[in-house]
């Protein structure tokens, strides 16, 4: 049967199908008395349009200190109004709770409450509410779910019409729109220079973030590390914020307008390759970091004190926000004395691509099942190869230009913070105990980053933080309990975050925190022992060293161990040992001229 007839039987086959269903259905609902029932459609709900621009202000907020005011300059510097919402506290979520719904998880009631305190703030300071709801709109993340994730939008816009503010706008940036960076409203429009200015501006943050964690707890100036990225901060977001805007016609001589003008697809295209090397590579963006690095590594530290490394894993939102909706965990750790080694966006943003690429060929592996193909047509083969090709070479091209660009980032200021782990690795690693397609949350992220860490001895401590109730985290640590058993070494906690329970969690943080300590005591103990140095040698060392107490002076890692201190004693005790053999022979040669 040729293939044309063969596909239209098969589409009349389908209609015929969808149709018995569909008949089926309207006779259910009349039985059961639904038939006059309306079905639920998503609020029609105005615009944000480009007239708009000069008096209407974006307001986001949810990441670290540094992640936004990276993103407001890019913001700013685009010529959008722009704010950020301060960091959420327990009055925020206690409001979410009173104008929302109930059953709710904590980064709602934290994220919508904190919203609509800050609106009630405008409205203290003398706004109306009507002028709240046209002159503001609010930027946030969106989900088709699994878990309540999906619903922000609605929780968003009931508690907003329960505090009185019915018809303000909600700006969704889809989870899956995201990977297309398209939000589909014309008001907030992604040109090259947005594009390129939010890639860097949220690898900056990540970045200078992790650098905070790393040189903090061994400053020897207390308060020196957040003075410095402070300053460093402010330096890259004026950067992102003043920078000129790259474009072919002032960048070319003006006896080549003419011929530009004249091609213009061919003059597009080159001036987005200009943009996009102007943002990356432009002497400007450039010398900022690097004017950044040597700030930071400036800052003194001393990498002998011995410190517990926890590993923060868990919900995006528990595992990022520096505030009451994790408890201050982090501020808490290092007060206990602690490394933190939190998790950068950017891990975030590589898993969503690999989950739509790795889902891509699922799904093409199963249409090609169904289809029926013969080994011998070839024809069809093809055409089924080129279409999964197309849905995923896009992806793949763009998760190795993300990591590139990651790893870019780290190297210009100064290569200190920890590279991306291959998405792949990961995955292979949760297999046997999470499949990579499970959705919902961090996916197999959480159980195979626990594995990583512990079994390549990056860590002392996994500290996994999540809402209370979150459904993907829930599966996730039903899965742990069986990973825990099969690595023995591993030390993981899992601590359920809300409005309330902070003295309650931060106690079951020290008892697990006292085993990692003394883990890491015993290791920095068996390295000393190992190399035959005393911890007095090793401080004279450095002391007659001082490039050893810069904040970016690079420790090579050694396999299985962990800590800081321990991995600094035996790096000076390497060089320690190549400068005693450089005496000998010199020694030896001055012996041998007398």
Known sequence: MPVVEQDRKQAEFDLEIQARIDAERARLRAEAGLARLREFKKPVERTFVGSERDYVTILFGGL??????????????????????????????????????????????????NLVQYLQKLEREGLTRQQIIDNYIFFTAGSCGPCRFGMYEAEYRFALGNAGFEGFRVLLFQQTDGIKAASGEPGLKFSVDFGMGMLNALN?????????????????????TDRVI?????????????????????????????????????????????????????????????????????????????????????????????????????????REGAQVLIEPIATWIDYMMYVAREGARARYKAETLNK????????????????????????????????????????????????????????????????????????????????????????????????????????????????????????????????????????????????????????????????????????????????TRRALYKVPHKPGVAGTAAQFASHLHDRMHKDERRWLRSRTRVAAML
């Open 64 to 113: 670290t200190w540094k992640h936004e005011e990276m993103i407001k300059s890019v913001f700013h510097g685009s010529g959008y109004k722009c704010e950020n919402i301060p960091t959420p506290n327990v009055s925020d979520f206690q409001a979410g709770k009173e104008f929302g719904n109930n059953g709710q998880c904590n980064p709602t009631y934290f994220t919508v409450g």
């Open 230 to 334: 402070g300053d460093a901060v402010k330096l890259m977001t004026s950067t992102l914020r003043e920078r000129k805007r790259w474009h072919i016609r002032d960048a070319s001589p003006a006896w080549l307008h003419p011929l530009l003008d004249s091609k213009p697809k061919v003059s597009g295209i080159l001036c987005t390759l200009g943009k996009v090397a102007h943002n990356l590579y432009g002497k400007e963006y450039v010398d900022a970091l690097h004017t950044c690095r040597d700030q930071i590594d400036a800052v003194e530290v001393d990498r002998l004190r011995v410190k517990p490394v926890i590993k923060i894993t868990g919900e995006f939102w528990a595992q990022t926000t520096e505030g009451d909706g994790n408890f201050n965990m982090f501020a808490f750790l290092e």
């Open 204 to 224: 900056l943050g990540d970045v200078i973030n992790d650098m905070v964690y790393q040189v903090r707890p061994f400053e020897i100036n207390k308060g020196e």
């Open 372 to 547: 029926d193909v013969k080994w011998f047509e070839a024809r069809k083969l093809a055409a089924n190869e080129f279409g999964l090709f197309k849905k995923t070479a896009g992806l793949s091209v763009g998760s190795s230009m993300w990591t590139y660009f990651y790893h870019r980032t780290i190297k210009h200021l100064g290569g200190l913070t920890h590279q991306l782990i291959p998405q792949e690795e990961i995955a292979e690693l949760a297999h046997p105990f999470y499949h990579q397609l499970a959705r919902g949350g961090e996916g197999h992220m959480e159980v195979g980053k626990n594995i990583y860490y512990t079994v390549n001895h990056l860590c002392h401590m996994v500290l996994a933080l999540k809402p209370f109730g979150c459904m993907p985290s829930s599966q996730s640590d039903g899965v742990q309990s069986r990973v825990v058993n099969r690595y023995k070494d591993m030390i993981f906690l899992p601590i359920e975050t809300s409005g309330e329970g902070e003295v309650n969690a931060h106690s079951r943080v020290q008892m697990s925190l006292a085993e990692a300590k003394s883990r890491a005591r015993s290791e920095f103990e068996s390295v000393l022992a190992k190399t035959g140095r005393s911890l007095e040698e090793l401080r004279e060392y450095v002391a007659a060293h001082p490039e």
